[in-house]
């Protein structure tokens, strides 16, 4: 009888730990549905640029890990020289479109007139709710 009970104790004991821990597995990341995501793009430069005219554009875009696009938006072509120092940071703060949850690329793109195109580019990873994406105009 007094086997009967240990085992019995015992089984119980061990469905009950194996149902109320909840698992996560290395590399899992719990996703809150329910939390909004949120991207807060920051540009700015701490050099000198009051003597470049030159034009520039800014792109800022949320794209899923497959190239899809969620969300971008283009700034108004500036001169370099306008592009603010850090303590007059420019700010763009934007919702995931439908709070996708999965692995995010968050960017800013630019083009110099005349010169060329690059980009600054971050993840944003699942799990995740809020995103700074600093980017330091060099």
Not at 51 to 57: E, K, L, W
């Amino acid at each position: 009888m007094k086997k009967k009970s240990v085992l019995s104790i015992l089984i119980i004991s061990i469905i009950m730990i194996g149902t109320s821990c909840k698992k996560y597995m290395s590399g899992d990341m719990p996703v809150h549905p329910n939390v909004p995501r949120l991207v807060q793009f920051d540009l700015y430069t701490d050099k000198d640029f009051s003597h470049d005219n030159n034009i520039i554009t800014f792109k800022i875009s949320i794209q899923k890990a497959t190239d899809e696009v969620l969300w971008d938006s283009v700034l108004a072509p500036m001169q370099i020289k306008d592009i603010p120092q850090l303590a007059q940071k420019l700010v763009v703060e934007k919702y995931v479109p439908g709070n996708d949850p999965s692995l995010l690329k968050v960017d800013f793109y630019y083009s110099i007139e005349n010169v060329g195109n690059s980009w600054h580019l971050d993840s944003f990873e699942p799990g995740e709710t809020f995103k700074i994406v600093n980017f330091n105009f060099q």
